[in-house]
């Protein structure tokens, strides 16, 4: 799987939005983008995920360049609620049967302030 | 749906003792794996599994071991505890099929202090 590489720590204010950014340079055709957070010491969860298309869902947006060497998650109105490591990972999808494959890195801890 | 459970929430055992972390699921998924995360790190993947009766190594298999007998269980054994091994372990179970691709739900963990 592709490595990437994420900043250690960012800060947003609260009601902005929280432009957090990813290196994957070396993405291949069939790897999916993947983010995840860590909320305090909780199981991780899932956001969002894209193969080359930008992606939306009610939690977050994800932009992927066209390229498809970097992406960046989007909290359009960031809360306290949302101060948590975000994980960017690179994977296969599920029909290559590498689905529970994924690798984590550090991350990104984001600090949401008032 | 309780979704992931896991159990115990905290152990401590001493060196070169056994035990069993248990993580079952409700949500018949097809893919489970176990992680452990140490203080300051992401999480390393230790052993995984497809289905039933299939498993395999990940990241950092050596001194765990697991089997799935079931669709729902999916435990993880300490055969004889280290120091290296204190960590958090975290279960996950993933969907592969209908539209939603790796989205993997992981359990609360287990904080296992190792003496």
């Known amino acids: 799987d592709a490595k990437t590489t994420q900043p250690t720590s960012m800060d947003c204010a609260e009601g902005r939005a929280a432009n957090l950014p990813c290196n994957h340079s070396t993405i291949s055709g069939n790897e999916y983008v993947y983010w995840y957070r860590q909320i305090h010491s909780q199981g991780p969860q899932y956001i969002i995920h894209?193969?080359?298309n930008n992606e939306t869902n009610e939690m977050a947006s994800l932009i992927i360049t066209e390229d498809r060497k970097s992406s960046t998650l989007i909290l359009p109105h960031a809360t306290l609620r949302d101060t948590a490591v975000y994980y960017c990972i690179v994977s296969k999808g599920p029909h290559t049967g590498t689905a529970s494959k994924l690798t984590f890195g550090t991350g990104t801890r984001l600090q949401v302030t008032l | 749906n309780a979704g992931v459970t896991q159990t115990p929430k905290f152990q401590v055992l001493k060196t070169g003792q056994s035990m069993t972390l248990q993580c079952a699921q409700d949500?018949?998924?097809?893919?489970m794996s176990w992680y452990r995360q140490d203080p300051g790190m992401g999480l390393r993947l230790i052993h995984y599994s497809v289905g039933a009766g299939i498993t395999d190594q990940g990241e950092v298999p050596n001194g765990y071991n697991v089997s799935r007998s079931t669709t729902e269980d999916f435990p993880l054994r300490l055969l004889s505890a280290a120091p290296s091994q204190t960590s958090v372990y975290f279960c996950?179970?993933?969907?592969?099929?209908?539209?939603?691709?790796?989205?993997?739900?992981f359990g609360p963990g287990t904080r296992l202090t190792v003496l």
């Open positions: 949500m018949n998924h097809e893919y």
């Open positions: 894209g193969l080359k």
């Open positions: 996950a179970s993933s969907f592969s099929r209908s539209g939603i691709y790796n989205e993997q739900f």
